[in-house]
């Protein structure tokens, strides 16, 4: 079968640029390509996607997520508060850190949807992440609640 996982995406040989790119890179993918250039701002396209970046993720626990998340350097989360059927997560260094303030505006859906599909591989749960508050928005941080289904 033709697809892709974490190891093979670790497996890179380029000899001049290495294994990095820019930020502006990424944001340019996020913030002109998805949320730009798609419909409803990419609303459902990046839910999906994270969600399947998430579930592919070599995890096992909430500490391994919350690892690979800040390897990968997508943001720095911090376990705000967990009850029963919730969780509130905050991350830190998200990559929207530094964008000009746009009041009303949230722009890391993807990014919590890769919360979601991870999150929901370790607990082995049904789950949402919910958006709540973002840098962009004039927020102190990039913030996520997490609603337990079942
Ligand atoms: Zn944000």
Known sequence: ???FTFEDLKKIDRLKLGEDVPLELYRAIRLIGLNQGLPMEGKT???????????SLPVETVEDLFSIYE??????PVLLEKTETTML????????EGLPI???????DLE???????????????????E???NINGD??????????D
């Open 1 to 3: 079968m033709n697809t």
């Open 45 to 55: 396209t990046t839910l999906t996607i994270g969600r399947k970046i998430g579930s």
């Open 71 to 76: 390897e990968l350097k997508i943001g720095i």
């Open 89 to 96: 997560i905050r991350v830190e260094d998200c990559f929207c």
């Open 102 to 108: 746009q009041e009303g505006k949230m722009v890391c």
């Open 112 to 130: 919590g949807a890769i919360l979601e599909g991870g999150l929901s591989k370790v607990l082995d749960k049904k789950l949402s992440v919910f």
């Open 132 to 134: 709540i508050k973002c």
């Open 140 to 149: 102190e941080h990039c913030e996520y609640m997490v609603r337990i289904l």
